[in-house]
T-cell receptor, first 112, second 114 residues
Framework: NAGVTQTPKFQVLKTGQSMTLQCAQDMNHEYMSWYRQDPGMGLRLIHYSVGAGITDQGEVPNGYNVSRSTTEDFPLRLLLAAPSQTSVYFC???????????FGPGTRLTVT | AQSVTQPDIHITVSEGASLELRCNYSYGATPYLFWYVQSPGQGLQLLLKYFSGDTLVQGIKGFEAEFKRSQSSFNLRKPSVHWSDAAEYFCAVGGHNAGNMLTFGGGTRLMVKP
């Protein structure tokens, strides 16, 4: 049982490039979400999903896309990377209403 | 909309001293409340959570928190801090709806003096 896994751990992009951050969980959780963490701002919700085929926007969705084709995977796509997207990204999953939320180890992204 | 405020950005305490980290939330109904800890360069680890029932909840590493509905607070406490407790602490609030994800406070960085 690996929990929530994220790849890569570190990434450097140039402005305008695109990439996909991978997230997978093996706990059969319905709910998955992506957060970004910036100094002094805590974690802010980017996108989330309440089940396969269902996604919705969080607090800071601009510049990001998600899809949920399977229960296990919830990739986050950066379409045209910008320096403002330099951040640490966390994927999380939880099993149901009020369930404990489990976090992945994070991806540190730098956009130059 | 739900929100969380952690009024203290930094706190420094001496090893062995008691600790209280403040958390105030805004939510229209009874919330789910959480405290997470993050060591430098690491992910988030759940310390404790409040769902319902007893308003004083015990967590890991000797931490506890008390839910006070009248004050919209969920402060984290520890009677005696250890140097290994130095980290950043996040309070979070969640709701009872399917689409209700966690909202986090800005965090409190704890430093421990020897």
């Amino acid at each position: 049982n690996a929990g929530v896994t994220q790849t890569p751990k570190f990434q450097v992009l140039k402005t305008g490039q695109s990439m996909t951050l991978q997230c997978a969980q093996d706990m059969n959780h319905e709910y998955m979400s992506w957060y970004r963490q910036d100094p002094g701002m805590g974690l802010r919700l980017i996108h989330y999903s309440v089940g396969a085929g269902i996604t919705d926007q969080g607090e800071v969705p601009n510049g990001y896309n998600v899809s949920r084709s399977t229960t296990e995977d919830f990739p986050l796509r950066l379409l045209l990377a910008a320096p403002s997207q330099t951040s640490v990204y966390f994927c999380a999953s939880r099993g149901g209403l009020g369930g404990e939320q489990y976090f992945g180890p994070g991806t540190r992204l730098t956009v130059t | 909309a739900q929100s969380v405020t952690q009024p203290d950005i930094h706190i420094t305490v001496s090893e062995g001293a008691s600790l209280e980290l403040r958390c105030n939330y805004s939510y229209g109904a009874t919330p789910y409340l959480f405290w997470y800890v993050q060591s430098p360069g690491q992910g988030l680890q759940l310390l404790l959570k409040y769902f319902s029932g007893d308003t004083l909840v015990q967590g890991i590493k000797g931490f506890e928190a008390e839910f006070k509905r009248s004050q919209s607070s969920f402060n984290l406490r520890k009677p005696s801090v250890h140097w290994s407790d130095a980290a950043e602490y996040f309070c979070a609030v969640g709701g009872h709806n399917a689409g209700n994800m966690l909202t986090f406070g800005g965090g409190t960085r704890l430093m421990v003096k020897p």
